[in-house]
């Protein structure tokens, strides 16, 4: 990764988890909610009866910040920090992409 890309990919891999939770929530029949928060999104998935990750929650959900972070001046998001990030989304997005397999959804 090029040095000064991080904060746009910290932002990115926020928002590779957040449309992958949501294309899960819509997989099972709701509507997801109009939020950018990823625990707000894990939290309804539960209540729709999906077991999460424990293995990657904390980290997804730190990714939440990086959804706003990256779009404003503040402090700068570290290489570590993106790497971090994407690590995350992968797991993820690895995982969703197998609960909308034992849906039936393709993806």
Do not use: N
Request: glycine share 8%.
């Amino acid at each position: 990764m090029g040095e000064g890309f991080s904060e746009e990919a910290a932002f990115h891999a926020q928002q590779a988890v957040e449309k992958a939770l949501k294309a899960l929530i819509t997989g099972l029949g709701d509507k997801p909610p109009k939020t950018h928060d990823i625990d707000v999104l894990l939290a309804r998935l539960e209540r729709l009866g999906v077991e999460v990750g424990e293995e990657w929650r904390e980290e997804a959900s730190a990714l939440t910040a990086y959804g706003v972070e990256a779009r404003y001046p503040g402090p700068p998001i570290t290489m570590e920090e993106a790497e971090r990030a994407i690590d995350t989304a992968r797991a993820v997005l690895d995982w969703a992409r197998e609960k909308l397999r034992e849906l039936r959804v393709e993806c």
